[in-house]
């Protein structure tokens, strides 16, 4: 079974500092993808980010940056010199890589920039 | 590209009736479509999988019968909460996996329609 753990249930910090979302995962295929969708308060996911579990480069856009170490199944997110707009909650998902590629997120992880 | 809608985006209705939740994607070819519940201030979970022309696969613990899907063309599947109760307001979820050869494999997900049952 797949299953997603966000210890980081609420995360708060002032305006430009750095934050960064931890995401752990299990699974048990050697093929999957990774994820992080944003959920602002307009309640629309959008998409960050997707990383098959053969792709360990971080990658880096704009502000965004996402650490993949497949030796600590994780997969961080940092946002460096946050902005208010980054206010939001920020799920980490994994998803089989054959068959219907359903998503299993995990709990999330409610940001708060305070201006 | 890559934008799913859902309609309408909130409703409220008497316990006991029916409600049906559209989900369309708008500028690709869906033959996979995802239906979500998201309880306040919680995750997301998969309640079904829905492939064009076929009959949609639930997840455990999902009533087929009370959550009835239909993925009737590649744009457009629909959610029919029947009999609605209030223990079935939530936040319902859509989200189209795009299959193209210019986008990334992934799914895009619809903007959520707020169902309240009274």
């Known amino acids: 079974a797949q299953k997603v753990t966000q210890a980081q249930t609420e995360i708060s910090v002032v305006e430009k500092e750095d934050v960064t979302l931890d995401c752990v995962y299990e699974t048990r295929d050697t093929t999957y993808y990774l994820f992080w969708y944003k959920q602002p308060p307009s309640g629309e996911l959008v998409f960050l980010i997707r990383r098959n579990s053969f792709d360990e480069q971080n990658e880096i856009s704009g502000r965004y940056s996402w650490n993949f170490q497949k030796s600590t199944s994780s997969f961080n997110f940092t946002i460096t010199a946050s902005q208010v707009v980054d206010s939001a909650v920020y799920f980490c998902a994994l998803s089989e890589a054959f068959g219907n590629e359903k998503l299993t997120f995990g709990t999330g992880t409610r940001l708060t920039i305070i201006p | 590209g890559a934008v799913v809608s859902q309609h309408p985006s909130w409703v409220i209705c008497k316990s006991g009736t029916s409600v049906k939740i559209e989900c369309r994607s708008l500028d690709f070819q869906a033959t996979t479509m995802f239906w979500y519940r998201q309880f306040p201030k919680q995750s997301l979970m998969l309640m079904a999988t829905?492939?064009?022309?076929?009959?949609?696969?639930?997840e455990q613990g999902v009533e087929k019968d009370k959550f009835l899907i239909n993925h009737a063309s590649l744009t457009l599947s629909t959610l029919t909460v029947t009999s609605a109760h209030p223990e079935d307001s939530s936040f319902y979820i859509c989200?189209?996996?795009?299959?193209?050869?210019?986008?990334?494999?992934?799914?895009?997900f619809g903007p959520g329609t707020r169902l309240t049952v009274l």
């Open positions: 829905s492939n064009e022309g076929s009959k949609a696969t639930y």
């Open positions: 989200s189209a996996r795009v299959r193209a050869t210019t986008l990334t494999d992934t799914q895009y």
